[in-house]
Nanobody, 124 residues
Framework: QIQLVETGGELVQAGGSLRLSCTAS????????MAWFRQAPGKEREFVAT????????DYTDTVEDRFTISRDNNKNTTHLQMDSLKLEDTAVYYC?????????????????WGQGTQVTVSS
């Protein structure tokens, strides 16, 4: 059974940093695009970042560009999201996702497997 588990979310002060991790079981993530999405209360799930199977191509939404860094460790079947200079508007549940398709997409419908999410709360 394919399973994605996110860890690392917690309460953090604005301007601080967090490192989220997503570990997969049931598939070898080196074959696939992996991504992070987030969803705040009352809002739609939005794209945050994605990384290709080689780790050579990344894509970020404008609001996190230059603050967040997505990476992957295929030997550990894991992807990470390093979040620096956190802002209040970064507060959300963050979800890890896997895409089986060969071409990148920012749309949630393009991803095939999802984790249960980890809560990130940024306070003033």
């Amino acid at each position: 059974q394919i399973q994605l588990v996110e860890t690392g979310g917690e309460l953090v002060q604005a301007g601080g940093s967090l490192r989220l991790s997503c570990t997969a079981s049931g598939l070898i993530v080196s074959n696939y695009w992996m991504a992070w999405f987030r969803q705040a209360p009352g809002k739609e799930r939005e794209f945050v970042a994605t990384i290709n199977w080689r780790g050579t191509i990344t894509d970020y939404t404008d609001t996190v560009e230059d603050r967040f860094t997505i990476s992957r460790d295929n030997n550990k079947n894991t992807t990470h999201l390093q979040m620096d200079s956190l802002k209040l508007e970064d507060t959300a549940v963050y979800y890890c996702a896997v895409r089986l398709g060969v071409v990148n997409t920012r749309g949630a419908a393009g991803y095939d497997y999802w984790g249960q999410g980890t809560q990130v709360t940024v306070s003033s």
